[in-house]
């Protein structure tokens, strides 16, 4: 048995001085020390092997739950504190680096991206299936989706926020080594494109799905061109190869046409629509037929269909040709015969291109079918970069100097946090991609961005809404955090030695706001917090304060984005609330250049008093936003009042001069002033900042912008008179039409105000006989006419009054 005061980790007594006294405490301990022998069968081991013998180390262990680890506690006595029976925390010796179980050239982080309804997260889910991740197909339909779990997303079979998951895969035959895939599963709705937005900021490749029928759309165009901004390289997945009207070669003349991207086909489909049977590989020049029974684990390596022979031919030649144009050797080689590029060769070019951004490979299938999904992911594996193939991140230190960070674990710790999530069993899971370094859970971490220090609490890897607990995460890897309190969307996470600020996310401006109330007085305290969680996790999520009505505003990127916040605060936080009819977010800006207008503002009261003076130019900058141009010459401003005038501007660009609303676009020149030598202060140069600019406001003749949504319906051919007639009396712009494949009817594209297209579903429901379908994303910024800026305008005062 052991003795009394003995530590609970090893059997060593401890000295009588260093005993504790007799009594109630001490059988507490006794009892406790009973319990971790029963529960913890292994805290004696471990904390031998953390303190070498453990027989002498004069220490009472106990076992932390919430870490599964031994932690020490020593009397500060021993620490020369002059005191017993009292315990500090000690840190725990530091542990050994697990090897890396995957090397980092066998990473892929990949997103599946996708225009609404083109079968993103079905592909999800047979990757799911076929790399062992989970043992039956989850479909979307039955609201049975793994990476759907919230529970908005089961019932409306869309999906809303990102899911992450990890899948180990060794090539649909076998033949290559395990390659860990990071997924990332995002929506298509373009509500919610701040999702992709956050996720295209720290993925190294993706994987573009299209509808093989309704081909490029326009949240596909949005996608692509956030892709771009981040320099993503990416795969194209032609779906849906199984439906009626489904034409591969078109989705690749319009990725060209509207996209501008190479398209390079690396696969033909065998058959089409209800006969689609399977794939062409070009590079094998082998035919690929998936078995239906054993739900397409199965397939086999076949000759070419007769009939698809020579167009084989004439795409692999294409295909071989954007390979060759990887390097002057290869493309010599190709031109001596064309014949002469080996397998290899073909493979290794076309990823060199890809990874460049200069190709996109093609491929198809149909997921829901269990057809050609494998050899997308044989693809991502082929093409897409690891880690390691993807330039060094760049950033800034603490002083404002260039900073890089190389993808490897010999580097300092940097990890940027792209993503907020509240769990309810573990509270808030901060979402991280790690760039460079070695992170243990337990660690220290500076928070670059706000210069704070935060300790890594938990890591865990998730899968959809699942969580696994892991000890440490390394260059590569994306995890989420537990116990990181003061982080938000695009914070830099780094080692407190090495700082390093990484480029910061940008996010769109909400087009849409509505009031919102809590049905009752138990729920107003509730509901501000709801708001304030919900705003936390979604950066393109709003929530503001009327000043003069007192109202709870809230802001978005559309209806249905506002509908699931409300959804979301009634399920998970308990909070009714009454929401008010949907209001556009407009924006003001001004015409033409208003120069030499000053601001002053003296204030005598005896004693001290207040002054400060500025004059500036105020010109338009369309489409930059705000900037600030110190042009103070012969110091008539001193320097340490100038970020003051700035700030005074900043703060009144938040209610513009026509309506209250943000002021965007404008340049302003500071150019001269003056200061008084005791009563100027920077709250003086604050407030004539904010005079002159309010003042040049109304002499550049101000405007009112409106948000201009990108209009598609699919209307069958008979009622193209009505849809045409509606979006013209909606001041609509038709842009454009064509048919839709399979004689499906006719495409009409159009920009039209989003203030025009409230209640546009019931209309074109009405108009259309319940045949037509529409999508519409936001644009860009308008100027509003004179008589809807002037009726904008006078509704607000009208509220105001």
Request: a neutral charge; charged letters at 30%.
């Amino acid at each position: 048995m052991r003795a009394a005061g003995a530590c609970r980790a090893c059997p060593a007594p401890l000295p009588p001085e260093r005993r504790p006294r007799a009594g109630f405490f001490a059988r507490r301990r006794a009892r406790r020390a009973r319990r971790a022998r029963r529960n913890e069968p292994n805290a004696r081991a471990e904390h031998a092997g953390r303190h070498g013998s453990g027989l002498d180390c004069r220490c009472i262990a106990r076992i932390c739950k919430s870490h599964e680890q031994a932690l020490c506690f020593k009397s500060r006595k021993s620490n020369g504190a002059g005191r017993t029976g009292r315990a500090v925390f000690v840190q725990s010796h530091q542990e050994v680096h697990v090897p890396r179980k995957t090397p980092i050239e066998r990473y892929r982080n990949i997103g599946i991206s996708a225009h609404i309804d083109a079968g993103k997260t079905t592909t999800t889910e047979r990757i799911l299936f076929y790399t062992g991740v989970s043992h039956k197909i989850g479909e979307v339909h039955d609201g049975a989706a793994t990476m759907d779990w919230m529970e908005q997303e089961q019932e409306r079979g869309i999906t809303i926020t990102s899911a992450a998951t990890t899948a180990f895969w060794k090539g649909m035959a076998g033949n290559y080594p395990e390659h860990r895939i990071n997924i990332i599963d995002t929506p298509g709705h373009v509500d919610f494109t701040i999702e992709v937005e956050r996720s295209m900021r720290v993925l190294d490749g993706a994987c573009m799905v299209y509808d093989s029928v309704g081909g490029v759309q326009p949240q596909s165009e949005t996608v692509w061109r956030q892709a771009n901004k981040y320099k993503v390289p990416r795969i194209a997945f032609v779906n849906k190869m199984d439906r009626v009207g489904a034409d591969f070669f078109r989705v690749q003349r319009q990725i060209g046409e509207r996209l501008k991207g190479v398209a390079v086909p690396i696969q033909i489909p065998v058959g089409a629509e209800e006969h689609f049977q399977g794939v062409v590989d070009l590079v094998k020049m082998k035919a690929i037929v998936w078995d239906d029974e054993s739900q397409g684990v199965k397939f086999t390596y076949e000759d070419i269909p007769a009939n698809l022979v020579e167009l084989a031919h004439e795409w692999r030649e294409k295909m071989v040709e954007a390979a060759a144009e990887a390097s002057e050797e290869l493309l010599e080689k190709y031109l001596t015969d064309h014949n002469s590029l080996t397998e290899d060769e073909i493979k290794a070019a076309l990823r060199k291109r890809t990874i460049a951004n200069e190709i996109v490979p093609m491929l198809c299938g149909s997921a829901f079918k269990n057809k050609g999904v494998q050899a997308m992911l044989d693809a991502v594996i082929d093409y897409l970069p690891s880690p390691a193939d993807v330039p060094a991140i760049l950033g800034h230190d603490l002083d404002d100097k260039e900073a890089e960070r190389h993808p490897s674990d010999d580097e300092p710790f940097s990890a940027l946090a792209f993503k907020i999530m509240t769990d309810p069993f573990v509270g808030q899971l901060i979402f991280f991609r790690v760039y460079s370094g070695v992170v243990e859970s337990g660690d220290t971490l500076l928070n670059a961005t706000k210069d704070k220090k935060e300790r890594l609490g938990r890591i865990l890897q998730m899968h959809a809404n699942e969580r696994k607990e892991i000890k440490e995460v390394r260059a590569g890897d994306i995890a989420a955090a537990v116990g990181l309190k003061e982080a938000t969307t695009g914070d830099t996470l780094c080692d407190p030695g090495k700082p390093i600020i990484l480029e910061k996310m940008e996010f769109p401006e909400p087009v849409i706001s509505q009031a919102v109330e809590p049905k009752t007085k138990a729920d107003q305290e509730k509901m501000g917090l709801a708001l304030n969680r919900l705003a936390q996790e979604d950066p393109s999520f709003r929530v503001q304060t009327d000043e003069e009505s007192g109202q709870t505003i809230i802001s978005g990127m559309g209806e249905l984005h506002l509908e699931i916040i409300v959804d979301r605060m009634k399920r998970e936080f308990g909070v009714e609330a009454t929401v008010g009819k949907p209001q556009v977010a407009y924006r003001e800006t001004v015409r033409t250049v208003a120069e030499d207008v000053e601001g002053k503002f003296v204030k005598q009261s005896g004693g001290r008093g207040q002054y400060g003076h500025a004059v500036i130019k105020l010109e338009p900058n369309p489409g930059k936003g705000y900037e600030f141009l110190d042009e103070i010459k012969g110091g008539v401003i001193p320097r340490e009042f100038i970020p003051a005038v700035n700030k005074g501007i900043e703060e009144t660009l938040k209610s513009g001069v026509l309506a209250g609303y943000p002021v965007v676009d404008v340049k302003v020149h500071l150019t001269f002033g003056s200061y008084h030598d005791v009563d100027s202060n920077e709250n003086a140069f604050r407030m004539a900042g904010s005079m002159a600019f309010k003042e040049a406001m109304r002499r550049a003749k101000p405007v009112l912008l409106e948000p201009m949504m990108a209009v598609e319906v699919e209307t069958p051919e008979d009622f193209m008179g009505n849809v045409m007639g509606d979006l013209s009396s909606r001041r609509g712009i038709v842009q454009g039409m064509e048919d839709i494949a399979g004689g499906g009817g006719k495409l009409v594209r159009a920009e039209v105000p989003l203030a025009e297209m409230f209640g546009y579903s019931t209309s074109l429901r009405s108009a259309t006989q319940g045949r037509a379908t529409y999508t519409m994303e936001f644009k860009h910024y308008a100027e509003t006419p004179s008589n809807v800026s002037e009726a904008v305008i006078n509704a607000k005062q009208v509220g105001r009054g």
